[in-house]
């Protein structure tokens, strides 16, 4: 009984019954299948994270959102006040996330490849497109960049998943695709 | 033998009394905070039911702080404490080495537990139990868990110290038993928990006093999560080994194969550690190399690890049960199981939430990939409630059902309405766990108090489907709280009022065997020395299938959201 | 349930009960061996490794 000590002085060469045997030669062989998945779906799925970042402080990453807000601002989000930006395919686009609000509001197009960069200026937040369900740590003082390819045209909401205090049900951004 | 034992009229262990002082108290420590925790958990359950909302927001992130800590940290791991001298002194007959230091430890750890909790209630210290930096609590907050996690440092030498004499005093001959090795897997893995909790938590508590300027964010959630999740890898080797040890006590079971059995836990200690690299598979900076490794527990071997348990350990039952003579078809041996009995319904439910529910769920989510389209949703408790509430906490509730009886050598309060408990907790939990998955594959956050984004400038719809499951999520969690707060009546009321057990007559049987033994079951395989476990094979590949199933399907997905590269 | 004492293997002290016990078996009958080998290897295929990665993220120009 497994609250007694083993009967056998040696356990260690008693035969194993030929269920056991079976049952531990397919789980491993699934094991190893999930194993292979991961680097499987790198050379060929189109969803990985890139691991590209930088160290950043705040302010520069500050800077270099809103010179890019400055540069491609289109309107401005309802009477939100926060501007709208629309950079062109392919560019390096500046979100940021802060005590409690995404900035800027994005305008992408449909099937156009964008370099995502995504920051914080103060807490950890967490970046959720949805109804897509993308979620992506953020950290401050770290520059994270994420190749991104919108599908389809819609409204997506970006909420924050990562409790950052008392308006963290408030923080919620947005992404146009065109 | 000195006075300082004695023997159980239930199982003839030689019981040393400190020992078993020191295993009550624990034990009903641990049950008070499960009480305390549960009814935080209703209230966060409710309050995140949007038709009833319960608290206001700033309660709310104070109730989920405490939530957090006082179930996952001091209910589990309190009685932890108590299977750790349990299975060491008891199992092996032995003394407990230093039972001054144990009384040490459980003061340390209750009051470390009582500190965090007053910082808690105080209102400043709302920063989840993860307290991920630059959010920062009070000091007492990070101090009371140093000092929780020093006593259990010093419960876990204890152990590691009582095995030993136990050894070299010849209380035991050979082996440990299994259950003691899983308590020794379980124990080990502590060791490394509570040194990388100190490793970070002792600095975090330096910087909240002002004493050190910065913490880096990403060294911090790596460091963090060698404890935050190698805690819960302690929880499964302990429920595991809690399984082993209810097969045992309910049917006589013994291990298919302690080679194998022990074999698994071995892979555990190599490898069960690693999956922290879980929560960072979104973060950036980390390479993909040391996530798959990492995430994968190198190769998935812990998993393997885990589908061996999962066979094993029904497989015991069903060889015991079929030695019996319940021999009939694949099933007979599950059918006449003491369903009835709420040490074997328990136990049965964890195995089977744990492996359907939490098992298959936290693979899925912890797929480097596939973690994209899960992490911080709701999902992740959704998958933690499987493992730890309807896994660990339901398996030390079964086990408790034999453990406070035998102990304290009483009658259970109330007998009857204990038949139904664990279905009540169980089930409730199961749905509460399958409710909370279902809403994070919407996209519902965790930790969120508002999702229909009232307060907010910009807004999200989240669908209708998203409002009903955190509704039932709701409903489900009133049953499994109305389950829970009836074992803890169940397990105070047998301690202060249940009546004294009439000692047996005789020394308990072995249990004997109504029919005749079949012919296989001289084979010498194994240490059940029996024959092969047909029906817990089908069962175990009814497991694999649904397990292949939604790992796939959940690939289908991912692969339909944007482009990421 | 009988009493555990009674069906204990014979003591594997005095050599000359049999063959010796196997290598896998001495290494799970080792506690503090397994403690050693269980916290050595997260720390350094874990944590260290995850610490020498963030120290290697390059500043952004
Ligand atoms: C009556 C029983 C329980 C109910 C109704 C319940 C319900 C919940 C709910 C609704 C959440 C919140 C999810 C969120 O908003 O993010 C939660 C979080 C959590 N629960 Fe429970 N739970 C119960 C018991 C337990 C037990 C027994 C454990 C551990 C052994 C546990 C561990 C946790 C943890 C660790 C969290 C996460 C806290 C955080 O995000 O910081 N729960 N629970
Ligand atoms: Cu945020
Ligand atoms: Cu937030």
Known sequence: MAIFPPKERIWWNTPVEKTEVM?????????????????????????????????????????????????????????????????????????????????????????????????????????????????????????MVVTVTPKNPGEYGIVCNEFCGAGHHTMVGKIYVK | MSNDFRTCPDTGFKIHLPADKLIKWNAVTAIVFLLIGGIFGLLVALTRW????????????????????????????????????????????????????????????????????????RGDSSVMFTSYVPMQAAPDFYLGIILFAVGALIGCGLFFATIIVAKKERTYEGSIPLVTFGALTAAIIAVFTILAGAAILVPTLFWSMGLIAHIDTLMYKVVWWAMGHSSQQINVAAHIAVWYAIAAILFGAKPLSEKVSRFAFLLYILFLQLASAHHLLVEPGLSSEYKIFNTSYALYLAVLASMIHGLTVPGA????????????????????APWGNPVFSGFAMSVVFFGFLGGISGVMMGTEQLNIIIHNT??????????????????????????????????????????????????GMALVSTFMMGAGTLGVPRRHWDISFADAAMGFDFPA????????????????????????????????????????????????????????????????????????????????????????????????????? | MADPGTGAPPPETGGDTGEPIPFMQQLLDNPLLLLFIGVVSPTVLYILWGLMEIVAIPMAQ
Request: glycine content about 8%.
């Open chain 1, 23 to 143: 049952w531990v030669t397919i789980a491993l062989i699934w094991a190893l299948v999930m194993f292979f998945m991961m680097p499987y779906w790198h050379l060929t799925g189109d969803q990985n994270l890139s691991n590209e970042a930088y160290k950043i402080s705040a302010d520069a990453y500050a800077e270099k959102t809103e010179k890019m807000a400055a540069l491609y601002k289109v309107r401005e989000e309802g009477d939100t006040g926060i501007p709208v930006v629309a950079p062109p395919a392919g560019s390096d686009v500046y979100m940021l996330g802060r005590l409690w609000e995404w900035w800027p509001v994005l305008e992408l197009e449909a099937g156009k490849t964008y370099r995502l960069h995504l920051s914080s200026l103060d807490w950890q937040h967490g970046f959720s497109l949805l109804p897509e369900n993308i979620n992506i740590q953020v950290h401050p003082d770290y520059e």
């Open chain 2, 50 to 121: 949007p038709a009833v909302h319960i608290l206001p927001p700033d309660l709310f992130y104070l109730a989920l702080t405490a939530h957090g800590l006082d179930v996952l940290l001091v209910w589990v791991i309190f009685f932890e404490i108590a299977l750790l001298y349990f299975t060491s002194a008891v199992l092996l007959n032995a003394r407990l080495v230093g039972p001054k230091l144990g009384w040490l430890a459980y003061v340390l750890m209750l009051g470390g537990a009582l500190m965090t909790n007053v910082a808690v209630l």
């Open chain 2, 317 to 336: 039952v069903e060889a015991a049960q079929r030695k019996k003579g319940f021999n009939k078809g694949l099933f007979e041996w599950l059918r006449k």
């Open chain 2, 378 to 427: 709701i999902y992740v408790p959704g998958h933690f409630h499987a493992t730890v509430v309807t896994g660990t906490t339901l398996a030390f509730m079964a086990l408790s059902y034999w453990l406070v009886p035998t102990l304290w050598q009483k009658e259970l309060f109330l007998p009857g309405i204990a038949k139904w408990q664990p279905y009540l907790f169980g089930i």
């Open chain 2, 465 to 565: 489907a998203a409002y009903l499951m955190m509704g039932l999520n709701g409903i489900s969690a009133i049953v499994a709280a109305l389950g829970a707060m009836i074992f803890i009546i169940n397990m105070v009321g047998t301690l202060l009022l249940g009546k004294d057990k009439v000692p047996a007559a005789a020394a308990p049987e072995e249990p004997v065997a109504p029919a005749a033994p079949p012919a296989s079951a001289a084979t010498s395989y194994g240490s059940a020395g029996t024959m092969e476990v047909p029906g817990t094979f089908v069962l175990a590949l009814i497991f694999l299938v649904s397990f292949i199933l939604y790992y796939f399907v959940n690939w289908k997905y991912l692969a339909s959201v944007w482009g990421l590269s």
